[in-house]
Each structure stands twice: as C-alpha cells, then as structure tokens.
C-alpha cells in the first residue's frame, strides 16, 4: 500500500522505485538497457539467415546495439499453426544452425537475442502428437484452440522439466543474451491429468507456481540474459513477472499515437525501465496510421527503446535521423530508466500528451511533448513543468536559453507552433 500527499504523480514515483530497486532483480536491474531491432514486423515468418544479416548489419550502422530474432526460427515454423514446443532450430531456414547466424551477427559487434513461447504447444507439433496429455485439458471435453495452439500444463514438473531441456540447450548452443518470453492466449479447460477430480480448482494457481519455479530456475542458470515477458503485449505487465524479467513488452500496439494512452496508463503504476517500445513501420500494422518517424521515435524513446521494422528499406535522410535518436537514446537512457517521472498532460483528457523525467540530483531533465491532432488558430501554448530544483537555473540544451526552475514550474516554458497532425518535441535541460 502506498500513500501520496503528491496525488496519484507521487504514488506513481513510489511504486516505480519499489519496483525497479526492490522488485527486479538480476544484471540488468542497475544497467542501461540495450538498443535494440526486432525483425517481426520486418519479416514475420519468412526470413533466412543472410536476410537478417543484412537487417543486423543496417543496424550496427545506426548504433543499435541487439539484434533480436522473433517468431518463425524452430520447428517447420512458417505460419501460426504449427511447431510450439518444438525448440529446435529449422534448418530449412538456417541450414547452418542457430550458432552460426549468432557468430554472424555478433561479428557486427551486435548482440543476439531470441523469442520464444515456451507456455504454448501446437496441436501440430511433435510434442502435441508424442504428449497429447500434457496440455491444459478436461477429459472427454473439447480442447479449445486459440492462436491455432493450445496452453501446456506448467502445473506439472515433467512438462516444465522437458521445456527446460530444450530451453536451455538453445540458450547454451550461443552467446545469446536477451529472450522475449511470449505466453499469447488466455486459459481454457483449465484442468490437468496430473490431478484427481477433487483436485482439478487447483490447476490455475499450481500452474502459475510452476511458472514461477521454471523462471527461476531459467533465470539463475542464465543471469547473463535479459529476459522481457510478453503476453499478446502487455497482458502480462504484473508484478510476479517483473521479480524474474525486468522488462515487458507494453503492447502489441506500436503506434506512437495509440502507445501515447498506452505508456501513459502504464505508468500509472510501473517505471519507464519495465516498458519495452519500439518504432515500428508506417503505415502501422495495427491501426494503419502514418507517423513520422521523429515521433515515433520520440514515443519509443520513453521506454526502452528498440526498432521493429526492416531497417535496410530506410532512406539515407531516415538513416540520419535514426543516428540521431539512437545516439540520443544513449545519452538519455541513464536517467530515463532510472530517474523519476512526472506526468503533464494526459492523452486521456485532451489532444495533448506530456510527461518528463528529472534525474535523481534534479541537475537534468527530458521533456516529451505531444500534440495529436492540428488546430487552427490554436492559442499560445505552455507547458508547466515539474520536479525541477526550484533554486537552480536551467539551461535549454537545443536554444541555450534559461530558466529558473521556480519559472519552469510555476509559469511554464512556450511551446513552438507546430504544423501538421502527430508533432511532438523533446526538450532537454542542464542546471546552468
């Protein structure tokens, strides 16, 4: 329980320290994240190893410093319906194995990441047909498929055991140092054949134990990884998970106009360094909304930050402006994940979003500012800022001009005109 004399801003900022020094834990609760590119949305399933060579190789070019490989790389993996459970390496893919594509890719200086879905098993899968018993299932009823796949029972210690197995000799076959552990459908038939029938209310919270068990382990055996939980997105952005993986995907939704009332929500109670966000391809796949890609970066940059698109089609002039985020992420990433966050102006109340982070001294802080729609003849706008040293002096890092930090929050800083729909800003001070 917390108590705020500060509103529901200084709640916030308790439950994120809570969470990201008492919660989490591991190699990464006290270190920068990683830049990363994820080749989902670049490729979906049909992919081979020069191809993401060549998306691995764009990257190390703009200073992305992960490569994640998604979906698609075990099994006979080509679509959605077929091959969860079956953690080995399809080498019609990458006929030269997993270890090879890693070395190719950690040759760019890159590190190597990896997806899986270890909680899931396709109906068309070698362990479905060898072990039809071992998903979540009620005797005699139907097996209901969501996603095309059915939920292995994580209850029972042989089925964790054999996941395990293969889990980790994938992990051991590489120097891989990142995994998104994705879990993609929700509960049904929630029974199991490890229980007798007075026993079957149970299943639910023993599967959950036995997750809890599997990470552990996974997560000890492996503390050199950094591991990002994934649930259709966010829907698994809980505290249980955050004690074994330090970060969650925030949303399948990559629209930086849709993850405006996403991140913000999502702050409510968790802290920038758990929500992970990335700048995806435009037209968006989700809502098929057209963003430039300064904002879209400028949303992403408030979590942590990675590209999920094919980074090869970019444009000389998009690939100055992906150095420049990328080379101010670095430079940010410090305080961003680890200072506090005020809220501004909320997405849910009107066309405008702002939120900012000061470090822990309050010597610095990093604005981000957002404005959905146009409006004609819009009035002058400010924007009140918080947190700030209200005795200091504070320096506009793009214009050189500054402020008193009493001023910043008392009277506000003007905002530019902005032109067009989707604008935002990043502004950035240094006590003077």
């Given at each position: 329980m917390?108590?705020?004399s500060?509103?529901?801003?200084?709640m916030?900022?308790?439950?994120h320290?809570?969470?990201?020094?008492r919660?989490?834990?591991?190699?990464y609760?006290d270190?920068?994240?990683?830049?990363?590119?994820?080749?989902?949305?670049?490729t979906?399933?049909?992919?081979?190893a020069?191809?993401?060579?060549?998306?691995a190789?764009a990257g190390?070019e703009l200073?992305?410093?992960l490569?994640?490989?998604d979906?698609?790389w075990f099994?006979?993996?080509?679509d959605d319906s077929s091959?969860?459970g079956d953690w080995f390496?399809?080498?019609n893919?990458?006929?030269?194995?997993?270890e090879e594509?890693v070395?190719?890719?950690n040759?760019?200086?890159?590190?190597?990441?990896l997806?899986?879905e270890?909680?899931?098993?396709s109906?068309?899968?070698?362990l479905?047909?060898?072990?039809?018993?071992w998903?979540?299932?009620v005797?005699?009823r139907?097996?209901t498929?969501?996603?095309?796949q059915?939920?292995?029972d994580?209850?029972?210690?042989?089925?964790?055991?054999v996941i395990?197995g293969m889990i980790?000799?994938?992990?051991?076959?590489a120097?891989i140092t990142?995994?998104?552990?994705d879990?993609?459908?929700n509960m049904t038939?929630i029974?199991?054949a490890?229980l007798p029938?007075?026993?079957q209310r149970e299943t639910?919270h023993r599967?959950?134990?036995?997750?809890?068990?599997?990470?552990?382990?996974?997560?000890?055996?492996?503390?050199?990884?950094?591991f990002?939980?994934?649930?259709?997105?966010?829907?698994?952005?809980d505290?249980?998970m955050?004690?074994?993986?330090?970060?969650?995907?925030?949303?399948?939704n990559?629209?930086a106009?849709a993850r405006?009332?996403?991140?913000?929500g999502?702050s409510?109670v968790?802290?920038i360094?758990?929500?992970g966000?990335?700048v995806?391809?435009?037209p968006?796949?989700q809502?098929h909304?057209n963003?430039?890609?300064?904002?879209?970066g400028?949303?992403?940059m408030?979590?942590?930050?990675?590209?999920?698109?094919?980074l090869?089609?970019?444009?000389d002039?998009?690939?100055e402006i992906v150095?420049?985020?990328v080379?101010?992420?670095?430079e940010?990433?410090?305080?961003m994940?680890f200072?506090?966050?005020?809220?501004?102006?909320s997405?849910?109340e009107g066309?405008e979003?702002?939120?900012?982070?000061?470090?822990?001294?309050r010597s610095?802080a990093m604005?981000?500012?957002?404005r959905?729609l146009a409006e004609a003849?819009a009035?002058?706008?400010?924007?009140?800022?918080k947190?700030?040293?209200?005795?200091?002096?504070?320096?506009?890092q793009?214009t050189?001009?500054?402020?008193?930090?009493?001023?910043?929050?008392?009277a506000?800083?003007?905002?530019?005109?902005?032109h067009?729909?989707f604008q935002?800003?990043?502004l950035r001070?240094?006590?003077k």
């Amino acid at each position: 329980m917390v108590f705020s004399s500060e509103g529901l801003g200084g709640m916030s900022r308790t439950y994120h320290k809570l969470y990201r020094t008492r919660l989490c834990r591991g190699l990464y609760r006290d270190e920068p994240r990683p830049i990363l590119v994820n080749n989902w949305e670049a490729t979906y399933f049909n992919f081979n190893a020069d191809k993401i060579e060549s998306i691995a190789r764009a990257g190390k070019e703009l200073g992305i410093e992960l490569f994640v490989l998604d979906d698609g790389w075990f099994g006979k993996r080509n679509d959605d319906s077929s091959s969860l459970g079956d953690w080995f390496v399809d080498k019609n893919k990458l006929p030269d194995g997993l270890e090879e594509l890693v070395s190719r890719v950690n040759q760019l200086d890159m590190q190597f990441g990896l997806w899986f879905e270890p909680e899931m098993v396709s109906p068309d899968s070698e362990l479905y047909r060898t072990h039809p018993d071992w998903c979540l299932h009620v005797p005699d009823r139907r097996r209901t498929e969501g996603r095309k796949q059915l939920i292995l029972d994580f209850s029972r210690a042989d089925v964790r055991e054999v996941i395990y197995g293969m889990i980790s000799k994938i992990l051991q076959s590489a120097p891989i140092t990142y995994v998104k552990w994705d879990m993609n459908r929700n509960m049904t038939e929630i029974g199991s054949a490890a229980l007798p029938p007075e026993r079957q209310r149970e299943t639910a919270h023993r599967y959950m134990l036995g997750l809890y068990e599997m990470l552990e382990r996974i997560t000890s055996d492996f503390p050199h990884v950094l591991f990002e939980s994934c649930s259709g997105g966010g829907g698994r952005f809980d505290p249980g998970m955050l004690h074994y993986m330090p970060q969650t995907w925030t949303s399948d939704n990559t629209d930086a106009i849709a993850r405006l009332k996403i991140q913000y929500g999502t702050s409510i109670v968790y802290p920038i360094s758990t929500m992970g966000s990335h700048v995806s391809e435009v037209p968006n796949h989700q809502v098929h909304r057209n963003v430039s890609l300064e904002t879209r970066g400028n949303v992403a940059m408030s979590g942590n930050f990675g590209y999920e698109l094919d980074l090869t089609k970019f444009s000389d002039a998009e690939k100055e402006i992906v150095k420049r985020q990328v080379s101010e992420y670095k430079e940010l990433r410090g305080f961003m994940q680890f200072g506090d966050q005020y809220r501004l102006l909320s997405p849910f109340e009107g066309n405008e979003t702002a939120w900012m982070v000061v470090n822990e001294n309050r010597s610095e802080a990093m604005v981000a500012y957002f404005r959905v729609l146009a409006e004609a003849n819009a009035p002058l706008s400010r924007l009140k800022l918080k947190g700030l040293d209200p005795d200091r002096d504070y320096m506009l890092q793009a214009t050189g001009d500054v402020y008193g930090g009493d001023e910043l929050m008392y009277a506000g800083i003007n905002l530019p005109d902005l032109h067009g729909d989707f604008q935002s800003l990043l502004l950035r001070f240094k006590v003077k």
